[in-house]
């Protein structure tokens, strides 16, 4: 796994910061509880780094990455012979990260077997290979990582009791992205920069104060991945590098065309009229005096586009919502009929 930065001065994310330093000094188990892209890796990271096992492996396994069938033989290791397919032997993950940090990740959606075999190594220092008859001695340390309410999980036998109480010495839980507002600024200023340094950009221009309120603006259900992969997204899209970055997708997935309930797309023109007499759909301008179908499109849909910023007061979101257009559709009409300059 490779060294990330962590990034934040939030009092909710620096105290999680600071609680992992102090328990990675201590040999214990560790659990590290988040939603999603909270950076939960980026914790395992720092318990191994700053612990006495520094310069041992770090050894990395997704226990939701792997079918039942194969997690204990990930985790344990088998023998030559073992099952169908086993030809030679194998070591396991314990085994791999002997003498320095396990970090399982996805702990959750480990099988009630698998657990029980975790806990005999917790307990005993031991795993046995499938397929073997001795145990082998091994110095691990074990940290988990899980967005799943454990303690629920055990009261509902979904999760040993018995293996919770061993893993949970210390309990780290990571605030989403929503509880460090103080942070996305200075998230999205470092992803922004070392993209731009990516493509070759020579300076950073930043971006501009909408984006930036629209970035704070935002729930952030993906945490800090997705603010991640948004402001990539903004600044690679972004045609001119001296200007500030000006418009951002915050929904990839967001179109006109976008299939609907797997049946094939359907075009804006299928979606059902408005039922408000005062949007700029339902009271469209007078058809211009022209032969020329091309222009008469064009003033028609520039009349559309000034209207809706009038009723709404130049507010571009407001007036891409009335007019059933994602902001980055608005924006290229506006580009389009050289309008940018009386929006906001």
Not at 140 to 169: G, H, K, Q
Request: net charge negative; glycine share 8%; hydrophobic share 40%.
């Amino acid at each position: 796994m490779d060294r990330q930065s962590i990034i934040g001065q939030s009092s909710p994310f620096l105290d999680a910061i600071e609680l992992a330093g102090r328990a990675a000094t201590l040999d214990r188990p560790v659990l590290v509880i988040g939603e999603r892209g909270t950076g939960k890796e980026l914790i395992a990271q720092r318990l191994h780094h700053l612990s006495t096992r520094w310069d041992k492996p770090l050894v990395v396994m997704n226990c939701a990455a792997l079918p039942e069938t194969l997690i204990e033989t990930e985790l344990f290791g088998h023998e030559a012979g073992a099952f169908t397919g086993a030809t030679r032997a194998r070591a396991g993950r314990f085994e791999e990260a002997d003498g320095g940090t396990l970090f399982l990740d996805e702990l959750g959606t480990l099988s009630m077997a698998a657990q029980e075999r975790l806990l005999r190594v917790i307990e005993y220092g031991e795993v046995t290979r499938i397929g073997a008859s001795r145990p082998l001695s091994v110095n691990v340390r074990i940290v988990a990582a899980t967005n799943e309410n454990l303690p629920r999980a055990a009261a509902e036998n979904r999760f040993r009791a018995d293996l919770l109480d061993r893993l949970s010495f210390e309990v780290i839980t990571l605030p989403p992205l929503r509880a460090r507002e103080e942070d996305i600024a200075v998230l999205a200023e470092y992803f922004g920069r070392r993209m731009a340094s990516e493509i070759g950009w020579i300076g950073w221009p930043g971006f501009s104060a909408e984006v930036m309120a629209a970035l704070e603006a935002y729930s952030w259900p993906g945490n800090v991945r997705e603010l991640r992969n948004v402001v990539e997204r903004a600044v690679y899209r972004w045609t001119d590098e001296t200007r500030p970055i000006g418009t951002i997708t915050l929904d990839p997935f967001e179109s006109p065309w976008a299939p609907v309930k797997g049946e094939g797309a359907t075009a804006p023109s299928d979606a059902p009229p408005s039922s408000d007499p005062s949007t700029p759909a339902a009271l469209p301008p007078p058809l211009p005096e022209t032969g020329d179908l091309r222009a008469a499109v064009a003033t028609f849909e520039r009349t559309l586009v000034e209207r809706a910023l009038e009723q709404h007061r130049h507010n571009q979101r407001a007036a891409a919502k009335a007019l059933n257009l994602s902001y980055d559709q608005f924006r290229h009409c506006l580009r389009k009929h050289g309008l940018l300059g009386t929006a906001r």
